[in-house]
């Protein structure tokens, strides 16, 4: 006959089995993808980050270095803490921007 009943155990077994299988398509396969995503999207990250940082600095240096800044030929500062607050703003409103596209590709 084609269609013998199993035995419970046969059938606890094959419920296991589909479960198992399952557990690992629906886990550990996307895990798998989502390795590969971080083994270069956190170097990359962290290499901008670090980028961004240095060039902050330079921009910082390069605000110092004009006479307005520093206080020119008579000697007084006029806005030392200017290039701090420019850099400051410039680098808010770039990691702002930064933020609004990355919230916005969640969603999709």
């Known amino acids: ?6 035995t419970p155990a046969e059938q606890a077994q094959e419920v296991f ?6 557990a690992i398509q629906e886990t550990a396969t996307p895990l798998q993808g989502l390795g590969r995503y971080l083994k ?9 980050g670090i980028g961004f940082f240095f ?8 605000l110092q270095e004009i006479d307005f800044f520093n206080g020119g030929d008579d000697g007084r500062a ?7 607050l420019i850099v400051f703003a410039v680098a808010a409103a770039i990691i702002g921007f930064l933020a609004t596209r990355i919230t916005k590709g969640l969603g999709e």
């Open 40 to 48: 270069f999207g956190v170097p990359g990250a962290i290499s901008l």
């Open 55 to 62: 060039l902050a600095l330079a921009g910082l240096r390069g």
């Open 17 to 22: 089995d589909l479960v198992k299988a399952y």
């Open 78 to 84: 006029y806005g030392v803490i200017l290039p701090y």
């Open 1 to 6: 006959m084609a269609d013998d009943p199993k």
